[in-house]
């Protein structure tokens, strides 16, 4: 997914850490090889090639929750962001069962706002499957905590907070504009950094794209539905 992927696990069982990085790893391997837009033979890149698939419960899953991101924010979260000509939506894509079909052709979906999310989660799980529950994984600018407590510096505000069994995400820019929005496939206005505390990994990563785009006052209010906290700060 393009990004570097770092974890920590407490514990007095040195082998059974080893163990659980071990399957951690593993699996991260195997969500790169089905979520990620770097890799021309990957899942979600043959998806875009044929137009319709039977996907697999990741891919589906990841998908799912950013279909439904995307009709609560009205496209400020759209996944298919990747067709910076804007010649598709998410209304664009289908989903029945587990099978996704891209009504036109040449769609080009991107993952990148939310994947990372879900595969921290997914390294969690495999740790407490392995009795690490004491465990946090961090993936760019998300960090998903398990239990014990985890100091955490967000960067759009400056303070540490201590986490457990939840996660972080940030999303924005510092020098330079890279954030699109989806519904125009212009950058978006002025230069923000937005952190997101949430209950998973996935639901935070989304969140703090969607409220990059979508600003403070909106996007606190989406914050609120969805029982998490923003922090905003306009960097220039």
Request: aromatic letters at 6%.
């Amino acid at each position: 997914m393009g990004t570097l992927v770092r974890a920590v696990i407490e514990t007095r069982h040195p082998e059974q850490a080893y163990q659980a990085f071990q399957a951690g790893f593993a699996r991260i391997r195997e969500l790169d090889g089905r979520l990620s837009h770097y890799k021309p033979e990957s899942e979600l890149m043959r998806l875009c090639r044929a137009g319709e698939a039977e996907v697999s419960e990741d891919l589906f899953r990841v998908l799912e929750h950013a279909q439904r991101m995307a009709f609560e924010t009205n496209g400020a979260f759209d996944v298919t962001i990747g067709d910076r000509t804007r010649h598709s939506t998410f209304r664009d894509i289908e989903m029945r069962g587990r099978r996704v079909r891209l009504k036109k052709p040449g769609m080009k979906l991107d993952l990148g706002a939310i994947g990372k999310g879900y595969a921290g989660d997914e390294m969690l799980r495999v740790f407490r499957a392995h009795g690490c529950g004491r465990a946090m994984a961090a993936m760019s600018g998300d960090v998903v905590c398990g239990d014990g407590a985890w100091q955490i510096k967000l960067e759009a505000s400056g303070e540490t907070l201590t986490l457990k069994r939840c996660a972080a995400s940030t999303s924005g820019d510092t020098v330079q504009r890279h954030i699109f929005d989806a519904r125009s496939g212009a950058s978006v206005e002025g230069v923000w950094l937005v952190s997101v505390v949430a209950r998973t990994g996935m639901q935070a990563d989304a969140l703090a794209t969607a409220l990059r785009v979508l600003g403070e006052a909106e996007g606190q209010k989406l914050a609120a539905r969805h029982h998490a906290r923003a922090w905003f700060r306009r960097v220039s």
